[in-house]
């Protein structure tokens, strides 16, 4: 029998961080935690929609223990702030869903200058996972479930030499790149917690097509040409409805027997069941993480360094 929302084990004094749980996947992930149990910190950037999926949530689960902090993921000294207001009042994270993205936009840069989908896919997920990893090692058995896309196939390993693209943009060719960076953070994640021998895991899943406004918005903007339009056709006719969507990050999330270092997705690619799938391009695979690392650390100007992150906790 398929994996779903109810094969959740009871999530009760646990702590969850969900980023971009105002709608579409992250939402919910964000009801389906705290339906189960789990206490949720919805990471998110509008706030107003942030209330209007807070409502939600409560309509369907009256005692949902919800929180929300204002997360803006293209703005580092956003990520910092809201690490911190996490901070203040969890010691302990048991779960962070690193779910929050935009897709093939026009060419425009984030706060920091950053190109968008990087700076918002990635680099922001780096830093805000830097700034919560001591909370993250000291709670036995957490999770970082980072949200890929089978996009990653078109994508290159990020240029050190020029990560943003700069005069070699393109809306697709860049969301390929930051969901590649997506997958190579996960996994060289996991390789950093094995190395630091904490009992943390870092997983990661990718929805497939779904239907959410995540191609609505893209088509809207324009940058994404025909593709876009097509994306949107086929996510509203063939996509899998936003909760079976979200199955496999919440399956990363609370399965038993997930491990550290898998990738769940939809059986066919596209659609299905949450499934364990396989890693696939390890060919220079620690070359194109530690590549990743160094970039990321470079531009963002925070270090993540779990063995760090141990001693501090």
């Known amino acids: 029998m398929s994996w779903t929302q109810n094969d959740i084990p009871d999530q009760s004094g646990r702590t969850a961080v969900v980023t971009g749980a105002n709608g579409g ?3 919910e992930s964000a009801e389906a935690l705290a339906g189960a149990g789990a206490h949720v910190v919805m990471a998110v950037r509008n706030q107003d929609k942030a209330k209007d ?10 005692k949902a223990s919800l929180e929300l902090v204002p997360l803006d993921l293209g703005d580092l000294a956003s990520t910092a702030a809201a690490a911190d207001k996490i901070l203040a009042k969890h010691s302990s994270i048991d779960l962070l869903i690193n779910n929050a993205g935009v897709m093939a936009m026009p060419e425009r840069t984030t706060v920091d200058g950053f190109e968008m989908q990087l700076g918002v896919d990635h680099l922001g997920h780096f830093a805000f996972t830097a700034h919560l990893l001591p909370a993250i090692v000291s709670t036995d058995g957490a999770r970082v479930v980072t949200v890929t896309s089978i996009a990653r196939f078109q994508g290159t390993p990020i240029d050190p030499d020029n990560p943003h693209m700069k005069g070699n943009y393109g809306a697709w060719r860049s969301y390929g790149q930051a969901k590649l960076a997506n997958y190579h953070f996960g996994l060289g994640l996991q390789k950093k917690f094995v190395e630091a021998g904490v009992s943390t895991q870092s997983l990661l899943a990718h929805p497939g097509l779904s239907r959410t406004d995540l191609q609505t918005t893209t088509s809207a903007e324009g940058g994404a040409g025909w593709l876009g ?3 949107e056709f086929l996510a509203a006719r ?3 409805k936003p909760h079976v969507g979200a199955r496999p990050q919440l399956r990363a999330a609370t399965d038993p027997k997930a491990k550290g270092g898998q990738m769940y997705g939809p059986l066919f690619a596209s659609n299905g069941a949450a499934v364990n799938r396989p890693i696939l391009r390890r060919i220079g695979l620690d070359k ?3 590549e990743l690392w160094d970039v990321s650390e470079r531009e963002t ?3 993540l360094d779990v063995a760090q992150a141990v001693r501090s906790k």
């Not at 999926?53 to 009256?62: G, N, S």
């Open 288 to 290: 194109h993480v530690q």
């Open 238 to 240: 063939t996509g899998m």
């Open 301 to 303: 100007g925070v270090t």
């Open 25 to 27: 996947l992250g939402l």
């Open 53 to 62: 999926a807070v409502e939600r949530i409560q309509a369907k689960h009256p």
């Open 229 to 231: 339009s097509a994306s």
